[in-house]
């Protein structure tokens, strides 16, 4: 197992396009997370899911943003109508266990996204 | 509610000790973490406390927690070019066990 693993790297585009990021947990890993960060702040929390259950969503994941884990493996995060404000590294992290607790989470690489 | 705060910046020079200092609020805190974040790279978790403990060690990094006065420091001992990065100060609660909530990090510059 290579961690966790997000696609693409990096993402341009037009403001008003769709688009979507994939993650790819650590396999045994049930928990799987979606945070932004942008300059100079720490991540902020927008979703998790355990196992295919979203079980919560940030107030900052507005309508146009939706997220999928359909069969409790990878995980997809779409925005749509995307707006400048949306540009932001995107990261995904995943973690084992019914609770954060002590495990921490494992974070990928994350998503650039630039919105011009 | 959860708020976790950080000074922005520190620069210490090599061979030198860095303490990166954090206050938070929610005082239902449960695990406290130190995250690292190298440029271009997503966050690496360094250590943990939990939040009964008053102290922890691991080889460089020790961990200081004052429950009282809401403050955790990290201290690296004999700071390396190779800790250059972003330190973030992170939570998980008994209102947030679900999920971490991290503060702003510190940007530890090393000078050589």
């Known amino acids: 197992d290579t961690g966790v693993s997000q696609d693409p790297r990096h993402k341009i585009t037009k403001r008003g396009q769709n688009v979507t990021f994939r993650c790819d947990p650590i396999?045994?890993?049930?928990?799987l997370y979606w945070y932004r960060q942008t300059l100079g702040q720490g991540p902020e929390f927008l979703t998790y899911?355990?196992?295919?259950?979203?079980?919560?969503k940030s107030r900052l994941l507005s309508d146009r943003f939706s997220a999928e884990r359909p069969k409790g493996s990878f995980s997809t995060l779409e925005i749509q109508r995307t707006e400048q404000g949306d540009s932001a590294m995107y990261l995904c992290a995943s973690s084992t266990g019914h609770r954060v607790g002590n495990y921490g989470y494992t974070f990928g690489s994350g998503t650039r996204l630039t919105v011009v | 509610g959860e708020d976790v705060e950080q000074s922005l910046f520190l620069s210490v020079r090599e061979g030198d000790s860095s303490v990166i200092n954090c206050t938070y609020t929610d005082s239902s805190s449960t695990y406290l973490y130190w995250y690292k974040q190298e440029p271009g790279a997503g966050l690496q978790l360094l250590t943990y406390i939990f939040s009964n403990m008053d102290m922890k060690q691991d080889q460089r990094l020790t961990v200081l927690l004052n429950k009282k006065d809401k403050h955790l420091s990290l201290r690296i001992a004999d700071t390396q070019t190779g800790d250059s990065a972003i330190y973030f100060c992170?939570?998980?609660?008994?209102?947030?066990?679900?999920?971490?909530?991290f503060g702003p990090g510190t940007s530890l510059s090393v000078i050589p």
């Open positions: 396999s045994e890993h049930n928990r």
């Open positions: 899911f355990q196992n295919e259950a979203q079980l919560e």
């Open positions: 992170a939570e998980t609660t008994k209102t947030s066990y679900d999920k971490v909530i």
